[in-house]
C-alpha cells in the first residue's frame, strides 16, 4: 500500500474519531478547527504509529516537512491533557489494530 493511501486511511480513521469525541473534547469543537486538529493527529499517528517519515508525510499530504513536524510537536505537547491522551491512545490502537491485520493478509 502507498504511503499516500496509508496516509489517507489514517486521515479518514482520525476525522471519524473527532466527529464522534467532539462533545467530550472542548479542542475539537469548532468545525474549522476540528479539521485541522484532525490531520494534526492524523500526521502525528502516521509518524509515531506506523514510522513513516516525516518527509513523506508530508508528500501524502501535500505539505511542507515542517508542517508535520509542527503538526507532531502540537499534539504531542496537547497529551498533557488527560482527556485528549486517552482519545489519542484509542486513535493509536485503532490504527496498529489496523494496519497489524492488513499486515497479516500480506497486502
Do not use: W
Amino acid at each position: 500500500m502507498s504511503t499516500r493511501l496509508t496516509c489517507r486511511l489514517v486521515q479518514n480513521l482520525t476525522a471519524e474519531a473527532v466527529l464522534l469525541a467532539a462533545d467530550r473534547l472542548p479542542l475539537l469543537r469548532d468545525a474549522r478547527r476540528s479539521r485541522c486538529h484532525a490531520r494534526q493527529i492524523a500526521m502525528y499517528v502516521c509518524h509515531v504509529v506506523l514510522q513513516i517519515p516525516q518527509s513523506d508525510i508530508a508528500k501524502a499530504f501535500e505539505r511542507d516537512r515542517t508542517t508535520v513536524r509542527h503538526a507532531c510537536s502540537v499534539v504531542e505537547d496537547r497529551r498533557d491533557l488527560a482527556d485528549f491522551d486517552a482519545f489519542l491512545e484509542t486513535i493509536e490502537c485503532m490504527v496498529a489494530s489496523a494496519f497489524a491485520v492488513q499486515a497479516e493478509r500480506g497486502e
